[in-house]
């Protein structure tokens, strides 16, 4: 990838004679690129933008006026170690979006992956990892080593406490306090969250079957509303239900919950 070929920079731009820009990069009046970064093929920049390094961005994200992204992180324990961000591709970023950097002690990159949308004054804290097809709406917060799964969807003005897990195709409901993990596949709310049921239009847009849905419904059921302990709910569901990639996924949700599940 050779410095400046083929991109459109405005005039006004600040851009770092070391950053890398592939081809079709476009950059909008007064932003400013640091050292270090690295900007993918076909990739938008808005105007005011800071990009800071080092920061990886893919190819043909969308990224709005006013975003900030790779900063340091917001850690009292950061001393400037080499941290990075790192985001992958067809992202939309809108403005005023922050997104910093890793910690040495939280692994060291904060990541993102492909086709989510993060809508404007969403804040991405270090050490996060982001799945794909992710949407966090206006003003969603991710506090520090926050896990979000594919296809989760978290509502505006949702708080997500530090080291907490989002499961794939949840849904947190706007103004959310998050305290607990959230298993995949269900709906969570209030302050602080607690369980709704099943996101099943979110599952079927996702195209998830009829037959693993039903399954799910009567793993949460299980899980939920049978009186059961967790472990004694788990076994169950593995030998009375039929095996979905589903079903597994959730049981493996589970079994790794560290901080507590959203009950």
């Not at 731009?13 to 009046?29: M, N, S, T």
């Not at 709005?64 to 340091?72: E, F, T, Y």
């Not at 910690?103 to 992956?113: A, S, Y």
């Amino acid at each position: 990838m050779s410095s400046r070929p083929d991109c459109d920079i405005h005039p006004t731009a600040v851009v770092d004679p070391l950053a890398k820009l592939a081809p079709g990069v476009r950059i909008g009046a007064f932003a400013c690129i640091g050292p270090d970064v690295e900007i993918g093929e076909a990739t938008a920049i808005g105007p005011y933008t800071a990009i800071f390094g080092p920061t990886r961005i893919g190819r043909g994200n969308t990224i709005h006026s006013h975003a900030c992204l790779g900063d340091a992180p917001q850690d009292l324990s950061y001393r400037g170690q080499p941290t990075r961000l790192e985001i992958g591709d067809g992202n939309v970023i809108r403005e005023f979006v922050t997104m910093h950097r890793g910690t040495e002690k939280g692994g060291g990159v904060t990541r993102i992956g492909n086709d989510n949308l993060f809508m404007a004054y969403s804040h991405v804290a270090h050490d996060c990892q982001i799945g794909n097809r992710v949407i966090m709406a206006n003003a969603a917060t991710l506090a520090g080593h926050v896990v979000v799964e594919d296809g989760a969807n978290i509502a505006g003005l949702a708080a997500i406490h530090q080291f907490i897990r989002i499961g794939r195709h949840a849904m947190v409901g706007g103004g959310s306090i998050v305290v607990l993990d959230v298993p995949p596949f269900t709906m969570a709310a209030g302050n602080h969250a607690r369980l709704y049921g099943l996101n099943v239009r979110g599952l079927r847009r996702a195209g998830i079957s009829a037959e693993s849905i039903a399954a799910l419904k009567q793993a949460y059921r299980l899980l939920y509303r049978s009186g059961l302990g967790l472990a004694a709910a788990c076994e169950r569901i593995r030998h009375e239900l039929p095996p979905t990639p589903e079903l597994a996924h959730l049981l493996d949700f589970i079994e790794r919950t560290q901080r507590g599940l959203t009950r």
